[in-house]
């Protein structure tokens, strides 16, 4: 399966993004999804996760009460809502699917998409 996130930006604090993970060549309804995101000069970090049947959600403290992540399989798309945006966000986003439930929050994903930008600055 072939990931694709979209729907980065430049966005002022306090604002909002949704971010799209578009699956293809694949079902995304057969894996679990992942967003993860690294800032410059920092190592890729976990941020949320959410299973096959959308049922349960992970999320790092940073993004617990903030970020949002769902589902639409009719779609193929995985999103995560960002809301209460703050400049410590800014990273590129990654999304990532495996078909392990275990471990969600490592980096160890089978499928990887390219990244989308989000910086956070006024």
């Not at 980065?8 to 967003?35: D, I, K």
């Not at 999320?59 to 589902?71: I, L, N, P, Q």
């Not at 945006?85 to 089978?110: H, M, N, W």
Request: hydrophobic share 35%.
């Amino acid at each position: 399966v072939q990931l694709q996130a979209s729907g980065g930006g430049l966005v002022q604090p306090g604002g909002t993004l949704r971010l799209s993970c578009a699956a293809s060549g694949g079902t995304l309804s057969r894996f679990h999804v992942g967003w993860f995101r690294q800032a410059p000069g920092k190592e890729r970090e976990f941020v949320s996760a959410i299973v096959i049947s959308g049922r349960n959600t992970v999320y790092a403290d940073s993004a617990k009460g903030r970020f949002t992540v769902s589902r639409d399989d009719v779609l193929n798309t995985a999103y995560l809502q960002m809301s209460s945006l703050k400049p410590e966000d800014t990273a590129v986003y990654f999304c990532a699917a495996r078909t392990s439930i275990s471990q969600l929050t490592s980096g160890t994903y089978d499928y990887w998409g390219q990244g989308t930008q989000v910086t956070v600055s006024s």
